[in-house]
């Protein structure tokens, strides 16, 4: 059975940093930035935190963390992440977001995909991937002034 999307509407805050702001403080939280209003085409902030599971993977080693636990794979990291997501979860039409994976994969995470010459000199030892799965989210549409808190409901 696929999960479905939880939703309970809050006040719209007007602005997604405001929302940001009382929870900026804790482990892992996002913002992501429509730049709304500052942008006409800006329309959704995303704000989440208190992820369930977090994969950071250097080199050949994905880091995951989860439930206060640690523990290391050299697994393919992108069949970490999709595990990590679990089943797909049953959206919310108007919403682009309900809760699943935020995060980056590096340019040099290609190379656990093909063999790449290395003609560039050695970046600084950032991550070649870092999510996080967060089960709920707020979500503000500043198109529509209306906020939202979405997640999964099992």
């Known amino acids: 059975m696929t999960p479905k999307a939880g939703i309970t509407e809050i006040p719209y805050p007007g602005s997604g940093e405001r ?3 009382a929870i900026a403080h804790l ?10 209003p500052w942008r ?5 902030d995303i704000i989440a935190t208190a992820p369930t599971t977090r994969l950071t993977t250097r080199g050949s080693e994905t880091m995951i963390e989860e439930q206060q636990q640690r523990r290391s794979s050299e697994a393919d990291p992108f069949l970490l992440l ?13 919403l682009p977001f309900c809760g699943g994976a935020i995060g980056f ?8 995909l093909e063999r790449l010459p290395q003609r560039a000199r050695p970046t600084p030892p950032y991550p070649e991937m870092v ?10 549409d500043h198109q529509q002034q209306r ?8």
Request: aromatic share 14%; proline share 5%; with cysteine.
């Open 82 to 94: 999709e595990r990590a997501l679990g089943p797909i979860t049953q959206g919310v039409d108007h």
């Open 131 to 140: 999510f996080a799965i967060y089960p709920a989210a707020a979500v503000v």
């Open 19 to 21: 929302l940001c702001a």
């Open 40 to 44: 006409s085409d800006g329309r959704f």
């Open 105 to 112: 994969f590096g340019y040099d995470l290609g190379r656990r």
């Open 147 to 154: 906020a939202f808190i979405v997640g999964r409901t099992e």
């Open 27 to 36: 482990p892992w939280t996002v913002f992501l930035d429509s730049g709304a």
